[in-house]
């Protein structure tokens, strides 16, 4: 297999540095080097980027970047636009004079250990204008992923206007890339699809302002010289944490080279940067792989477990969501009763859904009441507090649904602050599902949107969970608070939200929240700073969820990806259904009286049988077996600490007649060990047909010959749960 490095040799004779100023920084994981150099002009270049070199000659034996012709296309680790360089730049800033052209050169560098692994931190600055460019790495060696962004300030007399902002520049050298992108529309989420890049820019991107990655989600895969797969090969996963408009380019040179350049979208988004101000470009996470997209996946899950995701090493609470059983109908003796199922099912929690809040305009539809967040008499007399109690004598705790960026025409705070949404003032007023969006770059919004938790809490400590449902893309562009500064909206609306949830979590850091957009259009790795799981999806139909969580489990761990069992595709069986859902963080929305007393009692030994393995299929590691997009099967398993335990997870989607049925090789055991294999999940009365099951096999066998799992059945599964003896 052809290494995959970087190498650079540029010639520029403009600005010289030193000997000894010819700087060599060195960014490291336990598997992957990336390592900068600075030149004689003084100019810092990338000069590779692979596996970690084992030897220090290595990295001296390394082409320096010495000086010359610009030309040479020489790879500038943060290159601005204006001057040599013919492609794509990571920065464009037009100074007080006029001048588009930014060039910047090394003035110093350092590192220092921070929690996980090592930060690298270079200065960067223009010699001819007071601009200066920080770089910030963070290499987490075990986890063998690194995170990077950057930051714009400057000393002019007058504002800067930043027109490219990128958060890095990575470049490669190999003879052919493959992208990897993930598509999306309701219930049509991470849509796989694979396409050699050829000369020429590839761009993936969003213009939503929110609800961001409605079309397109924030991550992608890239394979080098063939597609990226799952088992085997060059691959890398790169991510980047904005809850907003956000822009992958990747641009393939004339010689054959590319620079993957991720940004926050510069679309409509000029951005004035005052005199010592600071932008912060948004984070980039990557992590290099030479055993295909599985280990990369591995990588950045561990990574998030530890470091990114709100409570990433904490427990997850399984629920009972009222949603597709009553919509808007329901009152407090509805939801009572249904409390008192979510404790017969034996889950954590019961969650109050939308439909709840607004008096003047009720929240019965759609249409209105977003915005208006008191109880809506009519429904629940008592209000909330009721419920709270009501689920505490229950046995389980109580959850509830809020959409705060959001308003409604028809409400109360429209009519008192209609300047608080964005809208235009002089044209006919677009409506996305009937509600508008509120401006969090005013500073009084984000105090109310603050105060829509904040006085939930206050009224009812004992609120355990909050599902944050944000369900509208930015239209009708105008702020009536930015005034002339309309170009800065995109941006400073999406840190007004982080300012709100950094506040939240101050004040609350122990309280869950599901991070939801119309599905799954946020789950970024910033917002899931502030959010313990994300919504991934609308779509609860069990066959369309194997390939949506097929795609959220490139980037995600399983903690992360709320799964619930509901009545959609009714065809398929409860079982079914409920072993799809439980391959992710287990969740139910749906009446029990829905369900025979054999599904009832199914359920019931699903969720303990959850609850069980949860420090498994929570926190261990991810083995993707059989890809649903590669034929009529689909497998994943867990291996939990140790290698003590896994589950596996088996399912038949639309089997051919007859059809050769292969044995699924396991893997992620230990090999020595011996592990006794048992079927879970059974219905009620049920044996299980599995011919291994009862059986010890040892983790050699398991992953060399494997376990005949799959059947011809149509939407059939299995749980297998296999333990070292």
């Given amino acids: 297999m052809k290494k995959i490095f970087l190498l650079l040799i540029v010639f520029f004779t403009c600005f010289q540095v030193s000997a000894e100023d010819r700087k060599t920084i060195r960014v490291s994981t336990d ?28 990295i001296v034996s390394l082409p320096s970047a010495s000086g010359g012709d610009a030309s040479a296309n020489g790879w500038e680790v943060y290159a601005g636009s204006g001057a040599e360089d013919y492609f794509e730049p990571a920065v464009a800033i037009t100074h007080n004079d006029g001048n588009p052209c930014t060039i910047l050169r090394y003035v110093s560098s350092e590192s220092k250990a921070v929690d996980g692994g090592t930060e690298t931190i270079i200065r960067l600055r223009d010699d001819q204008y007071p601009v200066d460019v920080t770089l910030y790495y963070i290499a987490y060696p075990k986890e063998d992923v690194i995170k990077t962004w950057s930051e714009i300030s400057h000393q002019e007399k007058k504002p800067v206007m930043l027109s490219r902002y990128s958060s890095t520049m990575l470049y490669f050298s190999a003879e052919k890339y493959f992208l990897t992108e993930f598509s999306s529309d309701w219930a049509k989420e991470v849509q796989m699809s694979t396409q050699e890049l050829q000369f020429g820019k590839k761009i993936l991107d969003t213009k939503l302002g929110s609800r961001a990655a409605m079309f397109v989600q924030p991550f992608f895969e890239l394979g080098f010289d063939r597609p990226a797969n799952e088992h085997q090969g060059d691959v890398l996963l790169g991510t980047i944490g904005w809850t907003g408009n956000f822009r992958f380019t990747f641009e393939v040179d004339n010689e054959g080279n590319l620079r993957v350049i991720p940004a926050i979208n510069p679309y409509a988004s000029y951005y004035e940067l005052a005199p010592k101000d600071v932008f912060k470009t948004p984070e980039f996470i990557f992590t290099l792989s030479k055993e295909g997209t599985g280990k990369a996946s591995r990588n950045i899950h561990a990574w998030a477990r530890n470091y990114q995701l709100k409570d990433g090493k904490g427990d997850r609470m399984t629920l009972l969501n009222n949603w597709e059983n009553t919509g808007f109908k329901f009152d407090e003796k509805v939801l009572v009763e249904l409390m008192k199922e979510a404790k017969h099912l034996g889950v954590d929690m019961f969650l109050l859904d939308d439909g709840w809040f607004a008096n003047k305009y009720p929240r019965n539809n759609d249409h209105t009441g977003l915005g208006d967040w008191e109880a809506t008499k009519s429904k629940l007399p008592n209000g909330v507090p009721a419920l709270v109690a009501a689920a505490k004598e229950a046995g389980v705790k109580f959850g509830i649904w809020i959409e705060p960026e959001m308003i409604s025409p028809k409400s109360e705070l429209f009519e008192k602050h209609p300047e608080w949404a964005i809208h235009l003032p002089n044209r006919e007023t677009y409506y996305y599902r009937n509600q508008l969006v509120l401006d969090l770059s005013n500073p009084k919004v984000q105090d109310f949107v603050f105060g829509v938790v904040d006085n939930i809490m206050t009224e009812n400590p004992d609120v355990a969970f909050f599902k944050w449902d944000c369900n509208s893309p ?56 502030y959010f313990t799981e994300f919504w991934c999806s609308d779509n609860t139909d069990p066959i369309e969820r194997l390939y949506i969580q097929w795609g959220f489990s490139q980037f995600f761990p399983a903690k992360a990806m709320c799964a619930h069992v509901t009545s959609w595709n009714s065809k398929t ?39 069980r393995l949860k420090p498994v299929i929570l926190d261990g590691e991810l083995y993707r077996l059989v890809s649903p997009y590669e034929g009529n099967h689909m497998s994943v398993m867990y291996v939990g600490e140790g290698q003590k335990k896994a589950v596996l997870y088996a399912y038949d989607i639309h089997p051919r007649f007859g059809e050769k049925l292969l044995p699924v090789k396991l893997q992620g055991l230990d090999p020595m060990k011996m592990y006794k294999v048992e079927e879970i999940n059974l219905m ?24 005949n799992v799959f059947t011809g059945g149509q939407a059939q599964s299995r749980v297998v749960e296999l333990v070292a003896q």
């Fill in 474 to 529: 930015i239209t009708n562009v105008y702020s009536p608070y930015l005034k002339e500064k309309q170009s800065q909206l995109y941006i400073n609306h999406v840190r007004g939200v982080y300012n709100v949830l950094e506040r939240v979590k101050a004040k609350y850091p122990n309280v869950p929240m599901m991070l939801c957009s119309g599905g799954g259009a946020r789950c970024d790795y910033e917002a899931l700073k």
């Fill in 31 to 58: 598997n992957t080097d990336l390592i900068l150099k600075v030149a004689p002009n003084g100019r810092l270049y990338q000069s590779y980027l692979g596996s970690k070199l084992l030897n220090e000659q290595d």
């Fill in 684 to 707: 009620p009365g049920k044996k299980s047909r599995l011919e291994a099951n009862g059986k010890t096999f040892s983790g050699d066998y398991l992953m060399k010959v494997g376990l």
């Fill in 573 to 611: 069986s409860v079982k079914f259904r409920t072993d799809v859902a439980s391959m992710c963080k287990l969740g139910f929305d749906m009446g029990l009286k829905e369900l025979s007393e054999d599904e009832l009692a199914y359920c019931q030994n699903a969720v303990a049988n959850f609850n």
